[in-house]
């Protein structure tokens, strides 16, 4: 009977070891959550983090053609806006790369300078696409690029790939690697005049 007593009482006790063990760890993640919480409500009261924007403002297509030897040759220049409207924040952008594609085939890509960007600052970018590139394209899509040509309007993805940091007050907070993506419709521009004028255009967050 002693023994069976005793048993009982071991049992017992590791059973109320095991739930105060539990309880423990419970408390422990919950204080945890709670100054994670508090952490990032302070953060935003204090940065009020907004979403950096990226526009294509103009865009100058003035050569665009495809050969019967599936080359392309092109001239695209574009200007993109980088605004950055947060109050507290910079960004280094230590990596800035542009890529343009037609139907879904890659026909460039600009390594841009790698910059910093202030607070409330918009910077303007540059890229040049320029030369000659293989591009295999399929019937439907040769008669995509015809149906184009006929407009004299071609539609252009740009993808921003991107590399930064986040600067708050002295604190450097990275690296980020989103990616942008902006769909564009570039009239073709024929001895210096087009049929019609480009649109700016407003890029997303390629998810």
């Not at 069976?4 to 006790?13: N, P, Q, T, V």
């Not at 935003?44 to 990226?54: S, Y």
Request: hydrophobic fraction near 40%; aromatic fraction near 14%.
């Amino acid at each position: 009977m002693g023994r069976k007593d005793g048993c009982g009482c071991c049992s017992c006790l590791c059973g109320c070891l095991f739930s105060c063990l539990l309880s423990l760890i419970f408390q422990i993640l919950f204080t945890i959550l709670i100054i994670v919480g508090l952490a990032a409500f302070v953060f935003w009261l204090l940065f009020r983090p907004n979403e950096v924007k990226f526009h294509v403002t103009d865009a100058s297509l003035t050569q665009f053609n495809f050969g019967t030897n599936n080359t392309l040759h092109y001239n695209l220049a574009l200007n993109i806006s980088v605004r950055n409207p947060n109050k507290r924040i910079g960004f280094y952008y230590d990596s800035f790369e542009a890529n343009a594609y037609y139907q879904g085939q890659r026909f460039n890509t600009q390594s841009l300078t790698p910059f910093y960007q202030g607070h409330k600052n918009t910077t303007v970018l540059n890229p040049v696409f320029q030369g000659q590139q293989l591009v295999l394209l399929g019937s439907s899509e040769v008669s995509n690029f015809d149906s184009d040509k006929t407009d004299g309007v071609f539609g252009i993805n740009v993808k921003l790939n991107l590399r930064i940091r986040a600067k708050l007050g002295w604190i450097k907070v990275g690296h980020f690697k989103p990616k942008i993506k902006c769909g564009l419709n570039v009239p073709l521009k024929s001895n210096g005049t087009s049929s019609s004028a480009f649109e700016a255009t407003k890029c997303d967050f390629d998810l």
